[in-house]
């Protein structure tokens, strides 16, 4: 797959499904070590609690990366909403490099900003107070300090409110708001947005002051492993089967 660059987010992966790790560690052997670059948009893993979580499952993923990398393909990663905890650490073991929260990269001639995604969601105010509180660098530090269990339980609880929230929510809320799309596309110059946090993978068509633009939206790996293939020829969002139990 030489002469494309994948782009892959919302995979949430934790030790509950192993189906979604395999389907991941299959991708890494099979498709990104020959791509010309691989750019993870974010929530790769149901949450993070720091670079200091020992895990089977950390271990697997960082050393999935690293293979990549080593092999030529360079590797870079987005926070996301869940996974926002991930560091520097984490990020040598993994041969990855940390972008911004928003990054214009030059796609095959096309300047394009990636993104997780969460920003564009501003109709969620609630969502986007907590956003605010948990980036805070000295909240981030105090929260590393505390023993690996009470972050663990801390994590738990943020999953199980985030949960209850949703079920509250109409799907307008918590989708992108089109003003902010087209802010931030005029904002960082470019007709290509890409970014993923809301699960609703498609190529969406619009227009940016008076010119033709795309927002494509990458899928999550709940029920199959989803993909961006670029090209200078186009793009392509591919399935990837998730193992049979």
Not at 58 to 70: D, K, P, T, W, Y
Not at 170 to 193: A, F, I, P, W
Request: glycine residues 8%; aromatic residues 8%.
């Amino acid at each position: 797959m030489k002469h494309t660059t994948l782009f892959i987010a919302d995979l949430h992966l934790s030790a509950d499904r192993p189906d979604m790790t395999a389907a991941f560690l299959r991708f890494m052997r099979e498709d990104a070590k020959d791509a010309d670059a691989l750019y993870v948009l974010g929530d790769l893993f149901e949450f993070s609690i720091g670079d200091d979580e020992v895990s089977a499952l950390n271990g697997e993923v960082a050393a999935a990366f690293l293979a990549c990398s080593q092999q030529g393909t360079p590797v870079y990663f987005i926070h996301g909403n869940r996974d926002f905890m991930v560091g520097r650490r984490f990020a040598r073991a993994a041969g990855m490099s940390l972008l911004p929260e928003h990054k214009v990269i030059d796609l095959y001639g096309e300047p394009t900003l990636v993104m997780h995604g969460d920003t564009l969601c501003i109709d969620d105010a609630g969502y986007q107070r907590y956003r605010r509180v948990t980036r805070w660098g000295w909240l981030q530090w105090l929260f590393l300090r505390l023993p690996l269990s009470y972050r663990l339980g801390i994590a738990d609880g943020i999953r199980s409110k985030s949960t209850a929230a949703k079920e509250g929510k109409v799907m307008q809320v918590m989708d992108v708001n089109q003003s902010e799309v087209e802010r931030q596309m005029l904002r960082y110059k470019v007709q290509t947005l890409i970014h993923g946090h809301t699960h609703r993978p498609a190529i969406h068509h619009l227009s940016v002051n008076n010119e033709s633009a795309r927002r494509i939206v990458l899928g999550d790996w709940y029920t199959q492993g989803s993909v961006l293939v670029v090209s200078a020829q186009g793009v392509e969002l591919q399935n990837r089967a998730l193992p049979q139990a």
